[in-house]
């Protein structure tokens, strides 16, 4: 029954994030980035970035075998150049599912292009920094909270990229990118 409870939930989220059913319109995208820039953290970076790719929601879950997905748009300054989905499949220890949203800085147009290349993937050691949708500045390497100079310290491109998450709602946390396959395609 606990299996079966959690194997719904785990699609459920799954479907909740699919194309079809997600909000893809750029309202949506300026509403999860004005969420965003509630910490001062993201606020500068996005100030000084190249671009973006901003994910208004991804679904994820698992029992053991986990997965994740979500659609969202890459913009170079203010102007959208494409769209990316984002699919991840996960083993390990896991349980429950979750809803977040996840916005991907580009530092310079040497990271823009590698992203927006086609197919791109984070490397195992990956991980985002989570921001609570509460405090202004408070984020974290590993999902949880710290002080603001906490949080600027740890706050860097890493190969000219970073990656902020926020928690929509859910029983599931994870911080690690590590399996996160992207793939973009230009508009038209």
């Known amino acids: 029954m606990l299996i079966r409870a959690i194997l719904i939930t785990l699609f459920t989220f799954l479907a909740y994030s699919s194309p079809a059913l997600a909000d893809s319109d750029a309202q949506d995208d300026k509403d999860a980035l004005?969420?965003?820039m509630v910490s001062d953290v993201v606020s500068k970076i996005h100030k000084s970035a190249y671009g973006y790719a901003i994910f208004p929601n991804i679904g994820k879950g698992g029992f053991g075998i986990g997965g994740a997905h979500g659609t969202g748009r890459v913009y170079k300054g203010s102007k959208k150049t494409g769209d990316v989905s984002m699919t991840q499949i996960s083993f390990g220890f896991q349980v429950g599912g979750q809803a977040y949203r996840q916005v991907i800085y580009f530092q310079d147009k040497r990271a823009f292009?590698?992203?927006?290349g086609g197919e791109f993937?984070?490397?195992?050691?990956?991980?985002?920094?989570?921001?609570t949708s509460s405090a202004g500045a408070s984020a974290g390497s590993e999902g949880t909270s710290a002080s603001a100079n906490d949080?600027?310290?740890?706050?860097?491109?890493?190969?000219?990229?970073i990656v902020f998450t926020m928690g929509k709602g859910g029983l599931m946390y994870q911080a690690a990118l590590g399996g996160q396959k992207y793939s973009y395609t230009p508009s038209k």
């Open 34 to 36: 004005k969420i965003f």
């Open 113 to 116: 292009d590698e992203f927006t």
């Open 121 to 131: 993937e984070f490397s195992a050691q990956a991980e985002a920094i989570a921001i």
């Open 151 to 161: 949080a600027q310290s740890e706050t860097k491109y890493h190969k000219g990229i």
